[in-house]
């Protein structure tokens, strides 16, 4: 179950970002989960 953890959208631009240029599996070394920061993705790529 989450953490229910807020994230504030400029980390989120940030972090969708670093995965554009790394890939997802740098989320761990942002302290958020994997699948967390993938949805981020997908939302950004539909926008």
Request: no cysteine; glycine share 14%; charged share 40%.
């Amino acid at each position: 179950m989450g953490t229910g953890r807020k994230y504030d959208e400029k980390f989120k631009v940030e972090a969708v970002k670093l995965a554009r240029e790394t890939g997802t599996k740098r989320a761990e070394e942002l302290g958020i989960p994997e699948g967390t920061l993938g949805g981020w993705v997908r939302k950004a790529r539909n926008e």
